[in-house]
């Protein structure tokens, strides 16, 4: 499934193979994950993808030789830089993203730099590890970015939130989940999910948090969830794109309070994230869409219908 132009629908198309360049390696796609930022990608809110482009960067496939792998946004980096020697290749300036400078994995074929790949654990199926590879990933990071937050309010209960609070449940932390208002489903979800309690996000939860995580791209949110916070507390904005953030009184920042991005991931994260999972164990709900309704299932994406993660299945 081919992006011709942003804010175009993705098209099918028959595309040759890929051939594997040096380091990369074939995979045959089993699934790829559905991620709010192939969204951001289509609708044209990141500014410069390769086209035509095939998205996708949550790819569960099988080597020529029979081995199973996952290939996540981060697909190259440079390895020289000083982001790159000190342990933060997320923020590399060369990066290369999957999915996004490179053709991803909706599609039956793919091929990926075999350094930046993942072996998958197993127990989850090629569905159900599909979106482990950003939803749970990049929610990985960010958690641990929130520090040992006791209390935390997670805001927009798709995807990642819903992986994220698995975890955050199983580390001991008290969760707050925050929904659209009037979105009823969603703050069912929450509460299944382990919240102890869930509201709209322009309530103020029960108590004060030590953390919360943005996961929705909404820049109003950011002021919501530092009127929630207790002094020390920090924001994670968890996403690549986010409206504008209204400007707000400084007393919300006060009480060293701290508003921060997470920029995608380091393979550091991948292999921690990838081994707690399953201790967890962290258990995925899935929406699985054949490969050929792409725009169908960012459509459902778009319209926060999804329960938990979608996911294409050439
Ligand atoms: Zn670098
Ligand atoms: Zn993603």
Known sequence: MVLPAQREALELRDLPVPEPGPGQVLLRVRACGVCRTDLHVVDGELLHPK??????????GDTEDGRRLGVPWLGWTCGRCRYCSSGRENLCDEARF???????GYAEFAVADERFCFP????????????????????YRSLRLAGDAERLGLYGFGASAHIV?????????????????????????????????????DELPPEELDAAIVFAPVGELVPAALRALAKGGVVVCAGIHMSDIPSFPYELLWGERVVRSVANLTRRDGEEFLALAPQVPVRTEVEVFPLEQANEALDRLRLGEVRGAAVLRP
């Open 165 to 201: 609070a698995q975890v955050a449940r199983h580390q001991g932390r008290r969760l707050f989940g925050f929904v659209r208002a009037g979105d009823e489903a969603a703050r069912t979800f929450a509460l299944e999910l382990g919240c102890e309690w869930a509201g709209s996000s």
């Open 120 to 139: 998958l654990p197993d127990g989850y199926d090629d569905l159900q590890a599909a979106p482990l590879l950003c939803a749970g990933l990049i929610g």
């Open 98 to 104: 999957t999915g996004y400078d490179l053709d991803g």
């Open 51 to 60: 086209l035509p482009l095939v998205p996708g960067h949550q790819i569960v």
